[in-house]
């Protein structure tokens, strides 16, 4: 069990706003920035945000971030089905002195 | 653009080491900011941290590996390195080798490599 929560899953049909979540404490997201990423089958992840809100060039502005308290989301708006992929999140833990992931929510497009 | 490949064996005994190197090409290890990581998945599974080494040798490991880790670099072949001791099935995952900001966030991976730990 991570100790960063997210929803196992996720749904939205074309065009729609979807919105992940990523529950955590304060001693993870409380304290630190939180970072997501995109993984489709058999391939690496990718960076989507990071420092909470900011995107790596190239990423689209369809996606963004944010964070209150000892939560987290990434917001998915404008849906399209090359978005239905597993989505992390990441935040250091103080307590744990590690890096910690959730545990992966998968999105499905209907 | 840093493009990252790791290499090593895809097959370990168990209570052997495990042992990966990471070259990276397009960008110097040792240039400053950027933390050099690894990071592993369970087959089927989520994401987890290893740790990471960043300029002039430092390392960052995840408590929960610490005392069966070893991280390294070799600046002059660009590379760096993970050895992982006395594993057992429970190690076998895809391992990545990625590149952390300073920053935040982990913005370039290597395509990953499967070690399994049988027999």
């Known amino acids: 069990q991570s100790v960063l929560t997210q929803p196992p899953s996720a749904s939205g049909s074309p065009g729609q706003r979807v919105t992940i979540s990523c529950s955590g404490s304060?001693?993870?997201?409380?304290?630190?920035?939180v970072s997501w990423y995109q993984q489709f089958p058999a391939t690496a992840p990718k960076l989507l945000i990071y420092r909470c809100n900011q995107r790596p060039s190239g990423v689209p502005d369809r996606f963004s971030g944010s964070k209150s308290g000892t939560s987290a989301s990434l917001a998915i708006s404008g849906l399209r089905s090359e978005d239905e992929a597993v989505y992390y999140c990441?935040?250091?833990?103080?307590?744990?002195?590690?890096?910690?992931f959730g545990g992966g929510t998968k999105l499905t497009v209907l | 653009q840093v493009h990252l490949q790791e290499s090593g064996p895809g097959l370990v005994k168990p209570s052997q080491t495990l042992s990966l190197t990471c070259t990276v090409s397009g960008g110097s290890i040792s240039s400053g900011g950027y933390y050099w990581s690894w990071i592993r998945q369970h087959p089927g599974k989520g994401l987890e941290w290893i740790g990471y080494i960043f300029y002039s040798g430092n390392t960052k490991y995840n408590p929960s590996l610490e005392s069966r880790l070893t991280m390294s670099e070799d600046t002059s072949k660009n590379q760096f390195s993970l050895k992982l001791s006395s594993v057992t099935a429970a190690d076998t995952a895809v391992y990545y080798c990625?590149?952390?900001?300073?920053?935040?966030?982990?913005?370039?991976w290597g395509q990953g490599i499967l070690v399994t730990v049988s027999s």
């Open positions: 990441a935040a250091w833990d103080d307590s744990l002195s590690a890096l910690i």
């Open positions: 304060s001693s993870n997201i409380e304290s630190n920035c």
């Open positions: 990625a590149r952390g900001r300073g920053s935040g966030g982990f913005d370039s």
